[in-house]
């Protein structure tokens, strides 16, 4: 791409991603192409200088809340979730370290042979030698979503921004799928999200946000360069700041 030249916004940034995003067209599970083509997304943007920090979610595999509402009991099916986000954490290190992108997982909860247990400078150390840093097990607690463990860890790495990776290329009034007339916001407050039930996250993580003055980029993560692009200040996308 030609736009290495363009003067980059951020310099340490947290992706935040579904773990839908890693299924592609199946139903569940892990489609090898689709994480490596997030993975090469990842790459551009390292290759720009940023540090990168990533959470993904474990949706693909296993969903806490959906198993509480099964009859789980809620504490074992969010821990169960946690361990689902390691799996996708693992996957990505694996694809990344393909491309020669030095990864390291690093996880809430204790597992010395598959990840590094979180020390926040150990972290930030990492992220200074340009090595992209997976947060895996979301905060290690219950009740929490990997929404608020992104926006934690983003706060504790002192990155500039979150970029939220979905499936739209911003947020928008109402759901653009079912809404030919939705209107796409270019930028938005964090109180107009929680007010308005804008669904960009839940509402401890816009709140953490909001009281770190954290802005939150919503991108679409299908759209081919789009991570690259609005780092180099190009893309569609809607900010939530304050």
């Not at 007339?181 to 007010?195: G, N, P």
Request: with cysteine; aromatic share 6%.
């Amino acid at each position: 791409m030609e736009t290495t030249e363009t003067p980059v916004t951020f310099k340490r940034v947290m992706l935040k991603i579904s773990g839908e995003a890693l299924m592609g067209d199946q139903g569940f599970g892990l489609h090898p192409p689709t994480v490596q083509r997030i993975a090469e997304e990842v790459k551009s943007v390292h290759e720009l200088g940023v540090e990168i920090c990533m959470v993904i979610g474990g949706g693909n595999i296993f969903r806490g809340l959906q198993g509480s509402a099964q009859g789980m009991e809620r504490t074992t099916a969010d821990y169960m979730g946690m361990l689902a986000t390691v799996m996708n954490a693992l996957a990505m290190q694996s694809a990344l370290e393909g491309q020669g992108i030095h990864t390291r997982v690093i996880s809430a909860i204790t597992m010395n042979e598959v990840a590094e247990p979180y020390i926040r400078r150990r972290a930030v150390r990492h992220l200074e030698k340009k090595r992209v840093c997976i947060f895996a097990a979301g905060t290690g607690n219950p009740y929490f979503t990997t929404d608020t463990a992104a926006t934690l860890r983003a706060n504790e790495m002192s990155c500039e921004a979150i970029f939220k990776g979905t499936k739209v290329d911003g947020v928008y009034d109402k759901d653009p799928a079912k809404f030919p007339d939705a209107k796409r916001y270019e930028s938005v407050s964090y109180d107009d999200v929680l007010s308005k039930r804008l669904g960009v996250m839940d509402a401890s993580a816009i709140a953490l946000a909001r009281d770190n003055n954290l802005p939150i980029i919503v991108f679409s993560l299908d759209e081919p360069g789009g991570f690259r692009g609005i780092l180099a200040g190009q893309g569609t996308y809607t900010r939530v700041q304050g």
